[in-house]
Nanobody, 127 residues
Framework: QVQLVESGGGLVQAGDSLRLSCAAS????????IGWFRQAPGKEREFVGV????????YYADSVKGRFTISRDNAKNTVYLQMNSLKPEDTAVYYC????????????????????WGQGTQVTVSS
């Protein structure tokens, strides 16, 4: 079983950048696809993006495409979410999640595809 810990959240202004990290322990992260989700107050958890085991494939939600980039360093057992041109509507708690399956974006965007979740990190973007 892998354990995940997110870090890197904070308070930024619109247009700024942040890089979130998802550090894995307990099992090598290279075995898992790693997804990023976010949840704003009063809203359901929504898909942000996902990266495949080897890092060769990624999917992104339309709302972040072109602004966010997911990368992974399996040697460091860490996955990153680089967020550029942040907007107030990006404000949410961001979670990373690990899953053993890979499929089409419709599958990878489902919360139920993932087996393990981190505790989340708050990102607040002021206007």
């Amino acid at each position: 079983q892998v354990q995940l810990v997110e870090s890197g959240g904070g308070l930024v202004q619109a247009g700024d950048s942040l890089r979130l990290s998802c550090a894995a322990s307990g099992r090598t992260v290279s075995s898992y696809a790693i997804g990023w989700f976010r949840q704003a107050p009063g809203k359901e958890r929504e898909f942000v993006g996902v990266i495949s085991w080897g890092g060769g494939r990624t999917y992104y939600a339309d709302s972040v495409k072109g602004r966010f980039t997911i990368s992974r360093d399996n040697a460091k057992n860490t996955v990153y979410l680089q967020m550029n041109s942040l907007k107030p509507e990006d404000t949410a708690v961001y979670y990373c999640a690990a899953g053993l399956q890979w499929g089409i974006i419709a599958a990878m965007s489902r919360v139920t595809t993932y087996d393990t979740w981190g505790q989340g990190t708050q990102v607040t973007v002021s206007s």
